[in-house]
């Protein structure tokens, strides 16, 4: 079964800076894009950056020019460094990995995955 693992969260002051970090395990045999959402309380989710497996990369108007998402696609792990964080990224972060092909039992299967959410709380 294809897993992610989040970790990297915690609080910090404003101005600060945070990297998140998902690894995605299992007998995957290759990621289409993976990504990070948020949800802050009483919000809907939504995108913070992706990253496709060609290395290209979107990002929320919102956080361009203070966090960098990357990939190491050959450890399936996709990283996200925050910096310059303010009291308004304060949120659930979750990893999203897009397109992903495992190969269980001599099939072959591509779904995409989230991961449980870590908490980023940013204080004023």
């Known amino acids: 079964q294809v897993q992610l693992v989040e970790s990297g969260g915690g609080l910090v002051q404003a101005g600060g800076s945070l990297r998140l970090s998902c690894a995605a395990s299992g007998r995957i045999v290759s990621i289409n894009a993976m990504g990070w959402y948020r949800q802050a309380r009483g919000k809907q989710r939504e995108l913070v950056a992706r990253?496709?497996?060609?290395?290209?990369?979107n990002y929320a108007d919102s956080v361009k020019g203070r966090f960098t998402i990357s990939r190491e696609n050959a450890k399936n792990t996709v990283f996200l460094q925050m910096n310059s964080l303010k009291p308004e990224d304060t949120a659930v972060y979750y990893c999203?990995?897009?397109?992903?092909?495992?190969?269980?039992?001599?099939?072959?299967?591509?779904?995409?995955?989230w991961g449980q959410g870590t908490q980023v709380t940013v204080s004023s």
């Open positions: 999203n990995a897009e397109g992903v092909l495992s190969h269980y039992g001599g099939s072959y299967n591509s779904r995409g995955y």
């Open positions: 990253i496709n497996s060609g290395g290209s990369t």
